[in-house]
């Protein structure tokens, strides 16, 4: 089997020149995208009762009025993708946020009862002291519809003004898992708690993060955004990890000083486990106790984290998620970040079938 390629882009300019230049570039792309998105969704939003994409797009229209006043730069960058794309803003601000959005909906006051999916990334941070060449590491696989996949980019943005940056994403949305110019990188992973309302999501959080000048800004903006629903944020950079537990009303901060921390898909937080809008799934724990157990002995370094992520050991509950598993989930890449080399290791698809790739700034 050939391995998957990942394609990159790269824009220049203003935010709205950037904007205009991703648009065109991957036009029909995005507008694919777009509908992927809302098909799957659907089906997703079935068992609570919404039949049509009505209620969804009046979500994304009052978030997307949150963005605006949030990060003005990063509208004028949507605005700017959407239009050359030939999509209407608030569709393509829906389908790019559409966990936090669909959780607004479904995860607002009332308690439904649900019980878990099994949709879900992997994480991990490694400080000095548990890496091989004495550089913090911080890694994730980002899963979610198979579909995506067929969307999987990495896209470098060199703008007037501002640090340079990668980012592998999605087509049409902002930022995922990515690095900037400074060194400074960032990603996430998807919860699910009660109280979620109207507010910025979590692609535009993170692409608000990674065009920060320091640590110092980038935190302070996922602490005080005006969030929409739950994610988990991690945040590195050469001397510094960090990971938020967020909800669309708490931000609680670990950092992995001298220890490694470990994320999946479901709360940790005592305050935040008692407002889960589902039960950990039997997926979210096996792969939180595999990735637990790999980094607890021995020092971890580039080879070994793919081999990490690469991991079958626990079946359709793996690290590794397949298609074939039929979770609706499967991982569409992985990124091992090296804050102290500025260096961002990426591919499409899971661990063992995408090519591996190194995105820098020289």
Request: aromatic letters at 6%; proline letters at 4%; glycine letters at 8%.
């Amino acid at each position: 089997m050939s391995l998957l390629e990942l394609p990159q882009y790269t824009f220049h300019g203003t935010p709205t020149q950037l904007g205009q230049a991703h648009g065109a570039a991957l036009r029909a792309e995005i507008q694919a995208f777009v509908q992927m998105r809302f098909d799957a969704t659907l089906e997703h939003l079935a068992p609570f009762g919404f039949r049509d994409l009505a209620p969804l797009l009046a979500v994304g229209r009052q978030c997307m009025d949150v963005m605006r006043n949030w990060h003005p730069a990063g509208h004028d960058e949507h605005l700017a993708l959407s239009q050359a794309a030939g999509v209407d803003p608030v569709e393509l601000y829906t389908a790019a946020n559409m966990t936090d959005v669909r959780d607004v909906l479904t995860y607002g006051l009332e308690k439904t009862g649900l019980p878990a999916d099994a949709e879900g990334c992997s994480a991990v941070l490694l400080p000095h002291t548990h890496t091989v060449d004495g550089l913090a590491m911080a890694a994730q696989t980002w899963d979610l519809n198979p579909q995506d996949i067929d969307y999987v980019v990495a896209i470098r943005r060199i703008p007037d003004r501002g640090p340079q940056t990668w980012t592998v994403t999605c087509t049409g949305c902002l930022a995922l898992v990515g690095m900037n110019s400074t060194g400074l990188a960032l990603g996430t992973t998807n919860i699910k708690t009660w109280g979620s309302k109207a507010g910025v999501g979590y692609t535009n959080i993170l692409h608000a993060m990674l065009n920060a000048p320091d640590f110092a800004t980038a935190a302070r903006l996922c602490e005080t955004a005006p969030r929409a629903a739950a994610h988990t944020y991690w945040l590195a950079d050469a001397q510094r990890l960090t990971e938020w537990e967020t909800t669309a009303w708490s931000a609680v901060r670990r950092d992995a000083t001298d220890a490694p921390l470990t994320r999946t898909n479901h709360c940790l937080i005592a305050e935040h486990t008692v407002q889960e809008g589902e039960a950990p799934s039997s997926s979210s724990r096996a792969r939180l106790h595999r990735l637990q157990a790999a980094v607890a002995n021995g020092r971890q370094d580039a080879d070994s984290l793919r081999t990490l992520f690469a991991d079958r050991s626990d079946g359709v509950d793996s690290i590794n998620r397949l298609a074939q598993d039929e979770q609706g989930t499967a991982t569409n890449s992985v990124v091992i970040a090296i804050p102290g080399r500025r260096e961002l290791l990426a591919c499409k698809g899971s661990a063992d079938q995408g090519r591996w790739i190194r995105l820098g700034f020289e």
